[in-house]
């Protein structure tokens, strides 16, 4: 029987879990280049593969993310807003960057922008971009 395996392209990550250290490793996006890190998060399961390296691939599940760390891509330029931002999760750990986003005008404000229906919130940094999942934030402050 031949390989029935979907192709997929690695994507480098830095995974925090509730509970442990960050890791190293990669996930598994669709071939689809038009997929990206914030699509794959919104739309993930509630489990997805990920291989920590040096590990065999284990199933993580997509609520106990803390947050996710990857290179910084091409299109983090095209907003319309930013703001420096600190944010404090429900395990005491911290995290900060540029909050970059467009809204329309009558729901430009930062609390107008936490409260939609998104899962996790992106912070850029000067190499990174890091995915905050909301359900694990305590505080949001301006840095």
Not at 36 to 59: M, N, V
Not at 114 to 123: A, D, G, H, K, S
């Amino acid at each position: 029987m031949g390989d029935l395996r979907v192709p997929r392209r690695e994507a480098r990550v830095e995974l925090a879990l509730r509970g442990s250290p960050p890791r190293q490793g990669v996930l598994f996006l669709s071939p689809d280049p038009e997929e990206d890190l914030s699509h794959f998060l919104e739309q993930a399961p509630a489990f997805f593969p990920f291989r920590e390296d040096g590990q065999p691939t284990t199933l993580v599940a997509r609520d106990a993310c803390l947050w996710l760390r990857a290179p910084l891509g091409a299109d983090d330029a095209l907003y319309e807003h930013a703001l420096e931002l600190a944010i404090e999760l429900d395990d005491a750990e911290a995290v900060s960057g540029s909050f970059l986003y467009s809204a329309p005008q009558d729901h430009e404000r930062l609390l107008d922008v936490l409260n939609e229906e998104r899962r996790f919130l992106r912070l850029v940094g000067a190499r990174t971009v890091c995915y905050v999942q909301k359900r694990h934030v305590t505080r949001v402050s301006a840095a």
